[in-house]
């Protein structure tokens, strides 16, 4: 007897997205070690957060796939791209990751819909809302960049920076300062 609960081409897709979070996750954290090397302790505590929350969105998708007895597929995940040039660099390649990442979970959400898998349909639901917040938080970072630019300082990135490492509680990943 066939327990799975999910078409071929929606276990396929599904795969391919926990790859995509598992990538997304190499990003923030080769970002975040980036980061720390060029002394943004703060950016770097964020970007390492950002990192563990997207490990957390792949386990999600994987925990799904088995409680619908889909296949899990566990796929090689590619290099992140190259360190950025800069911190303003930085932050726009993350928005830019996230736009691509929502894309690719709103064609998930179409194909679920087309397949009339509503269970799945559910779940996607979650990564819709959760793509809001991603998008609002790398547009945020790139917002607080250009006020502490505006503002022609040194001192006011620095700030910056600072608050960053306060905006979020204690990680398990310890910052390294170089």
């Known amino acids: 007897m066939d327990k799975n609960r999910l078409s071929k081409t929606l276990s396929v897709?599904?795969?391919n997205q926990m790859t995509n979070e598992a990538y997304a996750s190499q990003i923030y954290l080769s970002y975040?070690?980036?980061a720390a090397s060029q002394g943004y302790s703060g950016v770097a505590t964020i970007l390492f957060s950002h990192a563990q929350e997207e490990r957390n969105?792949?386990?999600k998708i994987l925990e799904y796939l088995?409680?619908?007895c889909g296949d899990v597929v566990?796929?090689?995940i590619a290099a992140p791209p190259e360190n950025p040039a800069s911190i303003h660099n930085c932050f726009e390649k993350l928005f830019e990751h996230e736009v691509a990442?929502?894309?690719a979970i709103y064609k998930l959400v179409k194909l679920s819909f087309d397949e009339e898998d509503w269970a799945t349909w559910n779940l996607l639901q979650w990564f819709v809302k959760e793509q809001i917040e991603e998008e609002t938080f790398a547009i945020g970072l790139i917002d607080k960049l250009k006020m502490a630019d505006n503002k022609s300082s040194c001192n006011e990135l620095y700030s910056l920076d600072r608050d960053l490492e306060k905006s979020i509680p204690l990680l398990d990943v310890p910052v390294v300062n170089p």
């Open 13 to 15: 897709a599904l795969n």
């Open 32 to 34: 975040a070690s980036w």
């Open 57 to 59: 969105h792949m386990m």
């Open 66 to 68: 088995l409680k619908r």
């Open 74 to 76: 566990v796929s090689a």
């Open 101 to 103: 990442n929502t894309k």
